[in-house]
């Protein structure tokens, strides 16, 4: 089983997250879930955004990089909307991770990927935070990298459509995507 670092979205560390770690040791594998916002949390993007500022991303990347030292060198960076761009910063020192899932969000692909390594990103099909040419010019990258690379497309879904305690939740996506990624991480 695999050991798993997941990242929270600009909303915090909120049950979703909370479920997902669950869901994971349940199967076996170590999960480490940082709080990089120190307890706070919102249900409001507009909120989530604030708290973000207030903190600050140096603050939140450090609290992230002290988390992922312990972890062994093909610890798995996975990471739901702006916890992409946590796995982001520090991607490029973690060259033999097993994999990285990307949920609701983007991350930027390091020049040193390793050729092969699997990545899977699943976004909203019309999501207004990572719209299409900015999907379609990161899976280029991927690619160009040589990295195993699936994007899943979610149509008629809303940025953070897997997490039922807010407005953009389609059921069906989500057990969709709960289901590859699962699948991944197995």
């Known amino acids: 089983m695999a050991d798993i670092i997941l990242f929270h979205s600009v909303l915090g560390l909120r049950p979703i997250e909370r479920h997902l770690a669950e869901r994971l040791r349940a199967r076996g594998h170590a999960v480490a879930l940082p ?6 949390a919102t249900d409001d993007l507009d909120e989530g955004f604030a708290i973000k500022a207030r903190i600050g991303w140096g603050a939140i990347c450090l609290k992230a990089r002290e988390a992922l ?4 060198g093909d610890a798995v960076p996975a990471g739901i909307s702006i916890g992409a761009g946590v796995v982001a910063e520090f991607w490029a020192s973690r060259p033999l991770a097993a994999g990285v899932p990307l949920l609701h969000g983007l991350a930027t692909v390091p020049a040193n990927t390793r050729p092969g390594l699997p990545i899977r ?3 909203a099909d019309t999501d207004p935070l990572f719209p299409e040419p900015d999907v379609s010019a990161w899976q280029e990258s ?3 990298a040589k ?3 699936q994007v899943f497309r979610y149509p008629n879904t809303g940025h953070y459509f897997s997490d ?3 407005p ?3 059921a ?3 057990a969709q995507l709960w289901s590859r990624s699962l699948a991944f991480l197995t």
């Open 168 to 170: 953009d939740y389609n």
């Open 172 to 174: 069906t996506a989500a």
């Open 142 to 144: 991927a690619e160009a």
């Open 121 to 123: 990103l699943h976004v």
């Open 147 to 149: 990295a195993d690379v």
């Open 164 to 166: 039922p305690a807010l």
């Open 69 to 72: 030292a312990p972890m062994p």
């Open 35 to 40: 709080d990089l916002y120190q307890g706070a």
